[in-house]
């Protein structure tokens, strides 16, 4: 990233627009009326979607970086977005989650059809907007500055998806998640302001070229990345996640699991591979990974102990989260071009895209279970798999992507990071990664064993279940075990632009 | 590997895994999905073909979209998806008549499992080979579970977590026969080849026994089957243990590298099968059930196959997988076909029992290797590669035992026969079993010349014939003085030492509460965000030293 | 001592004083106020990183001052959206208001404890 004279490329403008356009819609729901905002919402989800696929082919295409300079002033003075392999990627999977999810809270939020407004249909789409925005802020931002508040917006719009049925609990994990979040920008924004006392610019191209070895960059570096820990619910900062990812509505936990919690870490990886590349030591990769292997341990088995299903797929986002953070250790001799590191590149972003789209279909099949029986016990759900049978099966398939059962993303993960871990020696971390599989197994069987069960009393449901919003959660688990087909190699387009 | 332009060869090829999982499909209708069960029988049909007429050698790339998978045939590939699929067909007659609850989903279960089954003996990349091995062991879940009761359900719950144990040690063990493969070739036949010079051939061939051997049941990983068997409905536990439980053989047979001798790695997979040879027979001998008697009799024919496979290895031996298919194949049909035969007896009026119970003896006895049955001929070719030392000659005696066991699992089935009288009547119709029968005693004649090279009139020679004889007349006397003072034989509980192995759930339950309550601390706000500022103070220091 | 020192301590004193409310103290809206305590020290520190600029002969780098008023925003926008939920947390009534929305949408609201 050798940024002497940032210039904006031909196709620079998308990048903009994919940060503005759910910014403009939110600005029109603020002034129509509650009840039209469901069609604000037809016209933003595909027309931003088109703007993210519009990215990635400009990408793929060009073979390098979209630039955009914001005002014209390259930088340090001005700010400039950009969207490399890896950002067009998070953009196209933010894109495709984001919209099933407004396909699948079409039947949730919906306004009662007399009366007043109910403000939660209201302010769900508000949020949706919002968070995509700060997503796309997020992955195409280059100026440490700008994706604080990136990080912030995008806090500020997920804290609310917690809380948003209003029950008195999840106001409690909401304010938890808040509170512990701030902690975490906080110490991310005194690490970035050390930063600018020291090197004078906050763009992440110009810093490469002068961060020193010294230790006020080591404290500041280490405030920043523990302050998105914090964000990302990396063990054992996951406090707040449980509460808030199992308390929320379930197109909000699809939400929050799949794509939330990976800003954080997304921009982990900005400073230690773009902002500060050579800079992480053999000492802290093994520290973070060590952090992910407890996550993977910790969160997979108090997954098997837990009764609710909402819950269990809590922590195992927190265990799933744990595999990215391979990452570190594995990936820093790609810059040099070696090949295993280049594996394990792709190995851990083919991990987040996967579990994004397996865990917010899953988050959405367990809230369909819910609806259908009014709870969401484990032990209780005995013989819903025949009544919801397409429920079950995206489910299944998504389960099976989250142990690692080919063909599924998650097996393209699980087999790039293992075999990056036995070529670097560092045969510890395929441990932790294949009884991570095994602990994996054993909570989705547990549950998948309930659904197939028979009922132990004749099951009563509550409501109808509508096909089409379980046809959107299997489409979801579709796409994660399609992920499975990409070929074992290192993708050329995640390192479009390093 | 050479592309062959013969079209029909390569579609069938193909169409063998891939006609269970396109029927699959149609059960998204729910109205297929319940008629789905009648046309089990036609789903291995295209295997059958292939396993006759595709010549060996053919093989075919599929494209990426289908994982890039490589489909190849070759003699004991062809010899183990011929008879597994024929013992699928007759299962599937079976099933559409036996099986009357929830028909939709076992349909769909069965068909996984079948297309798993059948995948793995064509695979020749290790993706391939885990994805179709994946589906044999996790969807055969299923199929034990049918009938639901607390049985059926303890027995799947042991099942899938050892599946998956065994899932994910294989899964370790691909992952370093890849790593170490020329030019990250995921091609069995790279990976086998570079194993010998790669750094990390101990452990991986440590993961390919153990997890291989959890499928074909090796002492001691082998206390799922008796209760798999006993639990899951007769036309399944007749696949399961003919058919899947050869997963597990052919990745032996693909796996071990027997080009290079490994005394060390041989003889220990040698002696562990030798011990369970014996162990299954021990055990057996003790149990009521006959299907638990004929489950702990897989137990013991699984271990004299790690035997042969072990011989093999050691003296590096490239005919063992010929050999070996050879006697598993024989193996699918007698083990299927008895299996298959209890189903007929529940249904039979005590008249006709002898009509079932006569070939079931012939084909019981000739797993012990009986002279003029199938089993002889497989035994035969086995002593090739097991050589005239204590293992070969123990090996050689294991056939008394199985002949005991044999013995009791017939005398076991004549005294349970009456009480099984009371059930309501299926009746699945018997000839698809006599044709499995009839498989299990001709195949192995026909196939015997192009396996050891030699004529089968060789088997008819008195020497031969005097072999073959001794063990099952020895195991015959066994049994006639122990039969009668089987009172003595402590019935010992199915799956003997998972019971020993329960004891240690308090244990882990222990270890799992410890975490919850790590996790309950970690999780108090005081505590949480002291470890910020801790974690603030590591990664400092550790960014520090460098 | 120089003046750039001394705001550095003081910087430093609240950042400590901040981080030791929010770890200890139990009440939310106490949280709240340490947070922004914390905040402070983070503005003040920038602020001192803006002295750079004067070697330069200016009197003071610009972009930092104009960092520092986003991040107030920032944290005056994340203190009322916290101190919205505390007193949703804390209304006598909290829940019961949304509990039949809750209801309506099929989810038992205690439905592990029971």
């Known amino acids: 990233m050798s940024v002497a004279a940032v210039t904006a490329t031909t196709e620079g403008y998308l990048l903009v627009l994919a940060i503005m356009w759910p910014v403009a819609g939110i600005l029109v729901a603020l002034v129509v009326n509650g009840r039209n905002i469901e069609r604000v919402a037809y016209i933003v989800l595909p027309i931003g979607f088109a703007i993210a696929t519009a990215v990635v082919m400009a990408v793929a ?133 050390m930063i600018y006392g020291l090197y004078g610019t906050l763009d992440i191209g110009l810093l490469s070229g002068r961060v020193r070895a010294e230790p006020a960059t080591w404290i500041a570096a280490a405030l920043m990345t523990v302050g998105l820990l914090a964000k ?53 990769a093994q520290l973070l990974a060590a952090l992910g292997a407890g996550a993977i341990l910790v969160g997979s088995v108090l997954a098997l102990r837990q009764q609710r299903l909402k819950l269990m797929i809590a922590y195992s986002t927190i265990a799933q989260l744990g595999y990215l953070f391979f990452i570190f250790p594995l990936a820093t001799g790609f810059a040099a071009g070696i090949v295993w590191s280049g594996l394990a590149w792709t190995g851990s972003w083919m991990q987040l895209f996967s579990h994004a789209f397996a865990k917010a279909a899953m988050f959405m099949a367990a809230g369909l279970i819910a609806e259908a029986l009014g709870h969401d016990r484990i032990a209780d759900l005995g013989g819903i798999g025949r009544k919801l049978p397409i429920t ?54 547990m549950v998948l064993g309930r659904l197939l069960a028979d009922p132990l009393s004749p099951l009563v449901i509550r409501g109808a279940v509508s096909r089409s919003r379980e046809l959107v959660a299997l489409s979801l688990a579709v796409c994660a075990v399609l992920l499975g087909l990409v070929p074992l190699q290192p993708s050329d387009f995640l390192r479009i632009g390093r | 590997m050479t592309m062959l332009a013969d079209m029909p060869a390569v579609m069938l090829l193909a169409a063998a895994p891939a006609v269970p999982l396109l029927m699959i499909a149609t059960a998204i209708v729910p109205r297929a999905r ?9 789903a291995p049909v295209p295997a059958i073909v292939a396993a006759i007429t595709v010549p060996h050698g053919t093989s075919v790339v599929l494209p990426q979209a289908l994982l890039g998978l490589t489909l190849e045939i070759d003699k004991p590939g062809a010899i183990l998806l011929g008879s597994a699929a024929l013992l699928w067909m007759a299962g599937g007659i079976h099933a559409r008549s036996s099986i009357r609850e929830q028909v939709g989903r076992f349909a769909a279960w069965w068909l996984i499992t079948l297309a798993g089954s059948l995948g793995v003996f064509l695979a020749a990349d290790m993706i391939g080979f885990y994805f179709f091995y994946t589906l044999v062991s996790l969807a055969a879940y299923g199929l034990v579970v049918h009938d639901d009761t607390p049985d059926a359900r303890r027995a799947s719950s042991l099942y899938v977590a050892l599946a998956l144990l065994g899932e994910a040690l294989l899964f370790m063990a691909f992952v370093l026969l890849a790593a170490a493969a020329p030019g990250g070739s995921v091609l069995i036949s790279d990976a086998v080849a570079a194993l010998s010079a790669s750094p990390w051939r101990e ?78 027979v021990i055990v057996g001998v003790t149990q009521a059930n006959p299907k638990a008697v004929l489950a702990y009799s897989s137990i013991s024919q699984m271990g004299f196959i790690a035997a042969v496979l072990g011989m093999g290895l050691a003296t590096g031996n490239t005919a063992v997988p010929l050999v070996v298919a050879f006697y598993a194949a024989h193996h699918t049909l007698a083990k299927g076909g008895l299996f298959l035969s209890l189903g007929l007896l529940d249904a039979r009026s005590p008249r006709y029992v002898w009509l079932v119970l006569l070939p079931a003896a012939v084909l019981a006895l000739g797993l012990a290797g009986l002279p003029l049955t199938g089993g002889q001929l497989a035994k035969m070719a086995a002593k090739g590669p097991l050589g005239d030392g204590a293992i070969g000659t123990l ?145 400092a220091l550790a960014l520090a030293a460098s | 001592m120089t003046t750039a020192t001394l705001f550095g301590l003081c910087s430093s004193a609240l950042v400590g004083l901040g981080l030791f409310g929010v770890i200890v103290d139990p009440h939310p809206l106490r949280k709240i106020l340490a947070f922004n305590l914390l905040g402070s020290g983070v503005f003040l520190l920038f602020g001192v990183v803006a002295r750079r600029g004067a070697a330069a002969g200016l009197g003071g780098d610009p972009v930092p001052q104009a960092l520092v008023i986003t991040g107030i925003v920032v944290a005056f926008a994340a203190t009322a959206l916290a101190v919205a939920l505390v007193l949703r947390l804390f209304e006598p009534e909290a829940g019961n208001a949304v509990e039949s929305e809750a209801t309506s949408a099929g989810l038992e609201v205690d439905g592990g404890r029971s």
């Open chain 2, 395 to 539: 090996a050689h005696l294991s056939a008394a035992g199985s002949t005991l066991l044999m013995l009791f699992f017939l005398l076991r089935l004549n005294t349970t026969v009456p009480q099984n009288m009371a059930k309501p009547t299926i009746n699945p119709p018997a000839a698809a079993w006599l044709v499995v029968a009839f498989a299990a005693l001709v195949m192995p004649w026909i196939l015997f010349p192009t396996i050891v090279g030699a004529s089968w009139r060789h088997a008819l020679t008195h020497k031969e014939l005097w072999s073959a004889s001794w063990p099952v007349i020895a195991g015959g006397v066994m049994a006639a003085v122990l039969w009668p003072r089987r009172a003595i034989l402590r019935n010992i509980p199915q799956g003997d030492l998972l019971i020993l192995a329960e004891r240690c759930g308090p244990a882990a339950r222990r270890v799992a509460v410890a975490f919850e309550r790590t996790d309950d601390a970690l999780r108090q706000w005081s505590v949480a965000s002291m470890c910020i500022v801790l974690l603030v103070l590591l990664t």
């Open chain 1, 392 to 445: 079950m099966f995206a489910f299944a398939l998504s389960g099976l992507s989250l142990i690692g059962v080919p063909p599924s993303g998650g097996f393209v993960a699980k087999w790039l990071l293992l075999i990056a871990t036995i070529n670097e020696g560092q045969w510890w971390w395929a441990a932790v990664i294949v009884v991570g599989g095994l602990l994996a197994g054993g909570y989705i069987f």
């Open chain 1, 232 to 284: 990302t619910a990396l063990f054992p900062l996951h406090l707040w996640l449980p509460p808030a990812h199992a308390g929320a509505p379930a197109p909000g936990s699809a939400i929050l699991s799949a794509l939330v919690v990976k800003g954080s870490f997304f921009l982990i990886v900005r400073i230690w591979f773009d902002a500060m590349p050579g800079h992480l030591s053999f000492a802290a």
């Open chain 2, 203 to 280: 452990p991986a061939l440590l993961l390919i026994i153990l997890g291989f051997g959890l499928k074909i049941a090796l002492v001691p990983l082998h206390v799922w089957m008796p209760l798999t068997y006993v639990a899951a409905p007769t036309p399944a536990a007749a696949v399961l243990s003919g058919a899947a439980v050869n997963a597990g053989v052919v990745g032996l047979i693909r796996f071990l590298p027997f080009d290079t001798a490994m005394p060390a790695w041989g003889e220990a997979l040698a002696v562990i099968g030798l011990l369970s040879a014996l162990y299954g």
């Open chain 2, 34 to 42: 319940e008629r789905l069960i009648a046309y089990l029988p036609f």
């Open chain 1, 61 to 193: 295409q060009g073979g390098q970086s979209q630039i955009y300079v914001v005002g014209g002033w390259a930088p340090p003075l001005g700010v400039a977005l950009r969207a490399d392999g890896i950002s067009a990627a998070m953009m196209m999977t933010t894109a495709m989650v984001i919209c099933a999810t407004g396909l699948f809270a079409r039947g949730e939020f919906v306004q009662p059809a007399e009366g007043p407004e109910a403000r939660a249909p209201y302010v769900f789409w508000i949020l949706l907007f919002s968070i995509w925005s700060a997503l796309n802020a997020l992955v195409l931002g280059s100026d440490l500055f700008n994706l604080y508040v990136a990080l912030e917006l995008l806090t500020f719009a997920a804290v609310p998806l917690v809380c948003l049925k209003g029950q008195k609990e999840t106001i409690e994990a909401a304010l938890r998640y808040m509170l512990f979040a701030l902690i975490g920008s906080v110490l991310y924004l005194l690490g970035a302001v």
